[in-house]
């Protein structure tokens, strides 16, 4: 498949020019973050003092913002880091953790798309609705909607993933049972993954560093989008098959996801990746 | 055993109705804090601005306060998010981690429990004899006094843990070679665990957080903090017989308590939990 | 080897009498700091507001001050606890993480530097250059400079450590494919290791920690980062050693340093240390 091979020659790139991926991100999962960045094959710097964000993020390939654990002193670092990026034409990647959930996180949420230029933006469907402006309910920072693949609300979901890209010029990925990836124009529907990714904190976060990873080793959003959800889905995959269910639990399996997106090879993107584009 | 009945009844009802628990924590151990939520079924959300606390705090189920690496911004979120709790009768519960090793830490723990009332407070012996107003000498973070559980010293560790259960109206958890947990008339001497817990950063602030999931499962505060520290005792101890201590240490052993609680069975609570009521 | 031996009784001490280890750290890689810490036998502590870490750091055995991940915030207390550890003569070791990539770092790793005095610091080339006041590119914060061993180049680096040393009156390590470590007057090559110890976040963060413990288990700064060292390089020799690299990665690799630091014996030291005195 041609897109098989697009994610490929990318994954490629980013091993041999491995880009540098600035990450302002929360205080729970950056270690996860930056473990998987290097696991893929990029070189992470988490950065996040205003007097240093705007130098750092003009050494770096892309820039991630992921505001799980958001407060009102990085929030000020990441638009600056962000602005920077823009002038710099280095690829941002908004995950906007928790947005529904409280008033503030909402309003930062929206105040980083209002005034940095997204190249990607991740998250869950309520995250994505909440962005997008329509009324939902976030529970805390897990997803707290789904739908089935099939039914007409999702549909509904694809329709409003392209409306998003459109109206904000940007890349939406919605991840779900089935992802969502758009630029308003192609979409792309995702069905790698395990459930059982959602019993370890952080394969959000890190999925959006991947996707940091290669937005900063290529100049195709979209595709950097799909590579990383795809990578992260057969990553969840192929570290669920490895597990021994009888003892092991959630903790080897966080670590398998480590190992298995360190050792991600062409073959298993072409035996495993299941894309549908619409 | 009737108790061992009701601790099984509780994490059902825990897994089946996946309490969020709203911490605000440290950040050497949040991760660890928020994988094993995730592992005994709980959902974690970790959200320490001053704006928002309030907020999320209601959207929970119960509350851990852990100040293990307090700051003067935290604790005022610490204390907001507890009064709202208290308003909304949201379980708290408070990990005094370190208090005793300076002025600091000891006014601090004191102000908390002097302005929110909690569901339970667990510590080792010198944090709880400090908060209680004994001094002692703490050294660090880590357990710096200990007892043998026949002696006429823990004799008297176990009155000033009724006394302190009684005059604050708490759970009081004391953890150490023998656990003592008790609301100031019935008392439990718990005795799983095992020592190499001590060689893994955060293993006292995930019991905590697995209290906290227990006391947002339910509405019986020590039948939780029971609950919590046998579940964290027989987590040790499975953890530690399936490591293989010739070339595996506390790394591996970290990753297999998270897989222990994860795969807590009913049976392994029957058959292994060490419980004296007195 | 005599030099083996005197690692080897540092390490014996070091574990009957486990020092506290205050560390002031950045939040990637705290957990991993904490927890190598605890598994060579030392006691880590957390502490950053500057309410307590003059009292904290007087506890302590030794100090860690580690701006990876710096802020306005945080520095005050470093250079707090630095003077404080300075009064009471307890050693002192920092990292500069990332000094060089910002303006930022380079001026505050510069400030610590001349307010605090040094038992020991340890950076890659390109930071401890930067420390040293030589021109130099820091990409990130990874090693972004590497020299052959038997190199014009290295014998420079090797006399610049020894100049580094001497005006400062410190110990010098600089980390990478051999590692030098130098008072000014001896000077030590060390090449353990192994290379994927760069596909795991904080590994160099981890070997300050493990330095620390070391500082703070005798009174001899260049042999307590001698022996940091050569633990830290074993470590990741044996750790590869036990990977399954066809299924395991970065992930299992990360867990295995912490276990072989757990279990590392005196017959590991003498079998493999590679160390020239020069």
């Not at 998250?123 to 329509?134: A, H």
């Not at 069905?191 to 019993?199: L, P, T």
């Amino acid at each position: 498949m041609e897109i098989n091979n697009k994610i490929i020659t990318l994954l490629k790139n980013l091993r041999e020019n491995p880009p540098l991926v600035h990450q302002i991100t929360n205080y729970v999962t950056v270690n996860d973050c930056a473990n998987i960045t290097l696991a893929i094959g990029g070189s992470p710097v988490m950065a996040e003092d205003i007097h240093e964000v705007r130098e750092m993020v003009s050494l770096a390939s892309s820039l991630v913002i992921n505001i799980g654990t958001l407060n009102s002193v990085t929030i000020e670092s990441m638009i600056e880091a962000g602005k920077r990026a823009n002038e710099l034409n280095i690829p941002v990647i908004l995950d906007p953790v928790g947005v529904g959930a409280t008033a503030y996180r909402t309003e930062n949420g929206k105040r980083i798309i209002s005034e940095v230029k997204l190249a990607v933006i991740r998250g869950n469907l309520s995250e994505i609705k909440t962005m997008y402006g329509i009324e939902t309910l976030t529970r805390g920072v897990d997803a707290s909607e789904s739908f089935e693949a099939s039914s007409d609300e999702f549909t509904r979901e694809k329709e409003m993933a392209r409306n998003f890209a459109v109206k904000f010029n940007t890349v939406v990925v919605i991840t779900g049972e089935v992802d969502i990836i758009t630029d308003g124009k192609t979409l792309y529907c995702a069905s790698n993954g395990h459930k059982m990714m959602a019993r370890v904190t952080g394969t959000g976060c890190m999925c959006t560093s991947v996707i940091g990873c290669y937005l900063g080793a290529g100049d195709n959003n979209l595709l950097a989008a799909l590579a990383g959800i795809v990578s992260m889905g057969i990553a969840g995959e192929t570290a669920y098959e490895r597990l021994d269910t009888k003892i092991e639990g959630s903790g080897t399996f966080r670590v398998k996801i480590l190992d298995a997106i360190y050792n991600l090879s062409e073959s298993e993107i072409i035996k495993r990746s299941k894309i549908n584009e619409e």
